[in-house]
T-cell receptor, first 118, second 111 residues
Framework: NAGVMQNPRHLVRRRGQEARLRCSPM?????VYWYRQLPEEGLKFMVY????????ESGMPKERFSAEFPKEGPSILRIQQVVRGDSAAYFC????????????????FGSGTRLTVV | QKEVEQNSGPLSVPEGAIASLNCTYS??????FFWYRQYSGKSPELIMF????GDKEDGRFTAQLNKASQYVSLLIRDSQPSDSATYLC???????????FGTGTRLKVLA
């Protein structure tokens, strides 16, 4: 039973390009959460999605960032026109429950995508 | 703005000693508290959670919670070099029910 799978592990983009980060939840999980970890900072909540629905995007920057979780396939975090400040590690987690609450077992995070904007 | 505060460290302890990691939080209504360990370049992994005041022990780890003082700590007994990592404290926001993470404390266990 594979865990949360993220790819790519490392992504380098030039300023102005687009970055696409993928997250496949654990088997049987239909809820995905994206977090961003800036250098020397804690993890910050970005967005919570269910299949075909965005439940809570209160942590997403208003511009350039979008997320989806289609009926088939992985969840995608998309960053358009990347800037140097977008360089960070992006983690996703998944759960089988219907809230953003970590639950008594906490989250299992994927291995993350480290985005570097040059 | 609800916050979770941790000393960034590094906290250096000799092998075999007790490492004490501390975390304070501002949300008085928080009920759920988690400790994650994150090795350099890796993802956070859950090591402990605690909900009730007092101590909770799991192997070499003990989590301590004092809701009146809004303080949660993690003790690591018989510290090993393999415990060297950043330890993240996470608190569930009582209003939004999302995690609020501290910035982490970097622990170095010296062989």
């Amino acid at each position: 039973n594979a865990g949360v799978m993220q790819n790519p592990r490392h992504l380098v983009r030039r300023r102005g390009q687009e970055a696409r980060l993928r997250c496949s939840p654990m088997k049987g999980h239909s809820h995905v959460y994206w977090y961003r970890q800036l250098p020397e900072e804690g993890l910050k909540f970005m967005v919570y999605l269910q299949k075909e629905n965005i439940i809570d995007e209160s942590g997403m920057p208003k511009e350039r960032f979008s997320a989806e979780f289609p009926k088939e396939g992985p969840s995608i975090l998309r960053i358009q026109q990347v800037v140097r400040g977008d360089s960070a590690a992006y983690f996703c987690a998944s759960s089988s429950t219907g809230t953003a609450v970590p639950g008594r077992s906490g989250y299992t995070f994927g291995s993350g995508t480290r985005l570097t904007v040059v | 703005q609800k916050e979770v505060e941790q000393n960034s460290g590094p906290l250096s302890v000799p092998e075999g000693a007790i490492a004490s990691l501390n975390c304070t939080y501002s949300d008085r209504g928080s009920q759920s508290f988690f400790w994650y360990r994150q090795y350099s370049g890796k993802s956070p992994e859950l090591i402990m959670f605690i909900y009730s005041n007092g101590d909770k022990e799991d192997g070499r780890f003990t989590a301590q919670l004092n809701k009146a003082s809004q303080y949660v700590s993690l003790l690591i007994r018989d510290s090993q070099p393999s415990d060297s990592a950043t330890y993240l404290c996470a608190v569930v926001d009582s209003g939004t029910y999302k995690y609020i993470f501290g910035t982490g404390t970097r622990l170095k266990v010296l062989a």
